[in-house]
């Protein structure tokens, strides 16, 4: 492997999790915006230090196992989160060329199946925590991100048809005549539906909801596998955001319209990082707006209308390709 192939699989990686950790006080500022009160303002400029205290914190706390719990498979299930997300950033194109793994013609397919494999870290965790919350908490979870799985796929599969391939690179190049938001809209709410029950993010994070079952899967965590599972949300909200910018807004590609400044070379890494940034503050607003679902709600909410609308998105969209090619 090259050296600059080396270098960019490390900035990406760094600048992900980087990211990730910078999410934390970005969150608690805009939550205290949007909710009419300070947030953190008392830890270096504007709060920012909060952050380092937070991972000095994480760093510093005892990193307790129970001694009921099944220890080797505790201590494994929260790096299977990081890494499968992490791994997931491989195919993401962020500019004309620039991915970790270059262009696959299998991305779509890759990333579904590593978001599957997530599953394992919670299930895992709450099974080998040897705890009755942990294990429910563990239980829902699987059953909400594998349920949810397979309306993310079917969400997604209009996109893969108008695109007429599975590579992330070419779905983008498909759009430099128009967006898919607006062909494919009934598919972006979907997969952004999908996307929030998968990252467990407000209001679908029934899987660890306080009230019922403390802190769910990751009852019995601390320390720094507890902040594996923490920066590991974080991650997927990153990744989910930059799906969406990909599959949905023209990924690197800027408006068809107003200032696009092409000559310039970094603008198309510009355009993809304002589009992600913009989803990603989204996901934390539904966290102020929108209340907590009932768990049977969640689930008869997506097997009775995300799947039939998913279906229905997919025969449409298949109808009017074969349409417009004269098959």
Do not use: C
Not at 29 to 38: A, C, H, N, S, T
Not at 95 to 122: E, I
Not at 127 to 137: D, M
């Amino acid at each position: 492997m090259s050296s600059e192939r080396m270098a960019l699989i490390g900035t990406i990686l760094l600048a992900v999790v980087a990211t990730a950790a910078l999410l934390i006080w970005v969150e608690r500022r805009m939550l205290g915006l949007w909710q009419d009160r300070w947030g953190p303002n008392r830890v270096g400029f504007l709060g920012l230090g909060q952050v380092v205290a937070d991972m000095i914190k994480i760093f510093m706390k005892d990193d307790w196992i129970p001694p009921f719990a099944d220890r080797p498979v505790f201590v494994i299930a929260p790096a299977i989160v990081m890494v499968t997300v992490l791994l997931a950033f491989a195919v993401v194109p962020i500019a004309p060329g620039v991915s970790v793994a270059g262009d696959w013609n299998v991305g779509v397919l890759f990333v579904l199946g590593m978001t599957s494999l997530a599953v394992y870290s919670v299930m895992l965790g709450g099974w080998a925590s040897n705890n009755k919350y942990a294990l429910l908490g563990a239980m829902r979870s699987t059953a909400q991100s594998i349920s949810y799985e397979v309306f993310m796929g079917l969400a997604l599969l209009g996109v893969v048809i108008q695109a007429g391939s599975f590579s992330l690179e070419d779905i983008v190049l498909a759009q430099q005549d128009g967006w898919f938001i607006g062909p494919q809209f009934l598919g972006f709410v979907l997969f952004l539906i999908a996307g929030l029950a998968e990252t467990h993010r407000l209001p679908l994070d029934l899987p660890e909801a306080e009230h019922e079952l403390t802190a769910g899967f990751h009852t019995e965590y601390s320390g720094m596998k507890f902040g594996m599972f923490f920066v590991g949300e974080y991650v997927a909200v990153i990744l989910v955001s930059g799906l969406l910018t990909t599959l949905y807004f023209g990924g690197w590609l800027g408006p068809t319209w107003g200032l696009t400044l092409a000559g310039w070379s970094f603008m198309p890494l510009v355009w993809f990082v304002l589009k992600t940034g913009a989803f990603i503050l989204f996901f934390i607003l539904l966290r102020a707006a929108i209340p907590r679902p009932r768990y049977d709600q969640l689930m008869r909410f997506g097997w009775l209308v995300l799947l039939p609308l998913a279906l229905l998105n997919t025969a449409v969209t298949g109808a009017f390709v074969l349409l417009r090619s004269g098959a």
